[in-house]
């Protein structure tokens, strides 16, 4: 698991960007989102109006890279509640911004995410980027302050 969990937090800095992370809550004028949208990766990116393109393909996660108008963002679903936080933990340290529902992330910037809310429903969090200059290869154990929906 830690090294697909390696290649999805790769994938995820190239579309977060960890140099130019945005702000990190949400707007308080945003409209009201719809309910948490559940399915299977497929489910999930055609309520987002995406085609994925299916990047990793394991029993823990299942990830594809998503572009719409808004611009371009990562889908991943989780097999386990319990896996999908274990990612979180180490992904938040890289900054970005994050969708959450339930066994599933969007990552993408501020904007996309806020897009993607209002197809998708959930609970938008953004990564500390306090490993900017991070190889990535460093684990993530002992990580805290991060908040939980």
Known sequence: MRTRAAVAVAALS??????????????????AAPKTAT??????AAKARCTPDIQTEAREL????????????VLLTFATDRGQREWL??????????????????VGDTGVVAALRGRLG????????????????????????????
């Open 14 to 31: 190239l579309v977060a960007g960890c140099s130019t992370a945005h702000p990190a809550a949400p707007s308080h004028g945003a409209p």
């Open 39 to 44: 399915g299977s990766l497929e489910q999930l």
């Open 62 to 73: 299942r990830q594809a890279n998503c572009a719409t108008g808004q611009g371009r963002y």
């Open 89 to 106: 933990n180490s992904a938040e340290d890289y900054g970005g911004t994050y969708l959450l529902g339930r066994r599933w992330v969007a």
């Open 122 to 149: 959930g609970t938008v969090e953004a990564g500390s980027q306090h490993h900017q200059g991070s190889s990535g290869s460093g684990g993530s154990e002992g990580h805290s302050g991060h908040h939980t929906s």
